[in-house]
T-cell receptor
Framework: GAVVSQHPSWVICKSGTSVKIECRSL??????MFWYRQFPKQSLMLMAT?????????EQGVEKDKFLINHASLTLSTLTVTSAHPEDSSFYIC?????????????FGPGTRLTVL | KQEVTQIPAALSVPEGENLVLNCSFT??????LQWFRQDPGKGLTSLLL?????REQTSGRLNASLDKSSGRSTLYIAASQPGDSATYLC????????????FGKGTTLSVSS
């Protein structure tokens, strides 16, 4: 099956610094990637939809200037958390959409645990 | 706005029991529905995907049903095992392909030996 990787798998940073998370589709081209955030004991909440070569579409309540998304190629999307604060500590999961045949499937990355001190 | 609800939030059963996890969604105009498993601190593992035109899907000891008109899906786990302990997430894809999945909060299952 299709594989999506994320890097890093975990990161600890100081408040005020920026952190970049990479999401790669390893064996297929993903025109659309999604970024989710999951707080402890909560569900995955969609942050933004990223289409290759265009600006990301952010969900209501998600600050686009704080969570910078770049989808420069069909296999790579990046999420940069700028000026991170402790309340940004969460589990970030990306998903790459693959369309084909009679079905479509979202493939999920393994997630990145961000802890902001 | 589509909302997905899962009941119960947590479930503890002894090994060997058959069990049912419930998922409901408010807008029946969905493209498909998917069940995932999530282990603590880990990503998602897709279990079953049901297209809107289908009624059920089976994989091993798992069976998922879909009643789109009533906005409900169930995940049936037969002969539960301790290794089944995890959080099970239900997610729907609204109305068209390429849109993001909307998730429920999950059911955390604990199977004791």
């Amino acid at each position: 099956g299709a594989v999506v990787s994320q890097h890093p798998s975990w990161v600890i940073c100081k408040s005020g610094t920026s952190v970049k998370i990479e999401c790669r589709s390893l064996d297929f081209q993903a025109t659309t990637m999604f970024w989710y955030r999951q707080f402890p004991k909560q569900s995955l909440m969609l942050m933004a939809t990223s289409n290759e070569g265009s600006k990301a579409t952010y969900e209501q309540g998600v600050e686009k200037d704080k969570f910078l998304i770049n989808h420069a190629s069909l296999t790579l999307s990046t999420l940069t958390v700028t000026s991170a604060h402790p309340e940004d500590s969460s589990f970030y999961i990306c998903s790459a959409f693959s369309a084909g045949g009679s079905t479509d499937t979202q493939y999920f990355g393994p997630g990145t645990r961000l802890t902001v001190l | 706005k589509q909302e997905v609800t899962q009941i119960p939030a947590a479930l503890s059963v002894p090994e060997g029991e058959n069990l049912v996890l419930n998922c409901s969604f408010t807008d029946s105009a969905i493209y498909n529905l998917q069940w995932f498993r999530q282990d603590p601190g880990k990503g998602l593992t897709s279990l079953l995907l049901i297209q809107s035109s289908q009624r059920e899907q089976t994989s091993g000891r798992l069976n998922a049903s879909l009643d789109k008109s009533s906005g409900r899906s169930t995940l049936y786990i037969a002969a539960s095992q301790p290794g089944d302990s995890a959080t099970y997430l239900c997610a729907v894809r609204p109305h068209q392909a390429g849109t993001a999945l909307i998730f429920g909060k999950g059911t955390t299952l604990s199977v004791s030996s």
